[in-house]
Nanobody, 117 residues
Framework: QVQLVESGGGLVQSGGSLRLSCAASGSVFSINTMGWYRQAPGKQRELVATIHSGGSTNYADSVKGRFTISRDNGKNTVYLRMNSLKPEDTAVYYC???????????WGQGTQVTVSS
């Protein structure tokens, strides 16, 4: 089993910055994709950004140029640096780990990000 523990959410003013972290533990297969998704009240969960263990990244159009995803493979940890935050970025942010080889999908418990205007 794999456990994902997120940290770094909180309340920030519009234009501010936050960094989210997510540490994976347990039986973590080395080749995987880690990422962040978010869900705002009344909306479906949506992709924010993903990063493969090989380094390739993918971003939602709404966060390109403002958010940066990175990872430390040795620590099985993924980070999301969020700059120029907007009120519409307010959501619960969920960490995700997907093991392509086995089709295994894991989620963290979520961390709240609130951006005030």
């Amino acid at each position: 089993q794999v456990q994902l523990v997120e940290s770094g959410g909180g309340l920030v003013q519009s234009g501010g910055s936050l960094r989210l972290s997510c540490a994976a533990s347990g039986s973590v297969f080395s080749i995987n994709t880690m990422g962040w998704y978010r869900q705002a009240p009344g909306k479906q969960r949506e992709l924010v950004a993903t990063i493969h263990s090989g380094g390739s990244t993918n971003y939602a159009d709404s966060v390109k140029g403002r958010f940066t995803i990175s990872r430390d493979n040795g620590k099985n940890t993924v980070y999301l640096r969020m700059n120029s935050l907007k009120p519409e970025d307010t959501a619960v942010y969920y960490c995700n780990l997907f093991v392509n080889t086995y089709g295994s999908n894991y989620w963290g418990q979520g961390t709240q990000v609130t951006v005030s205007s």
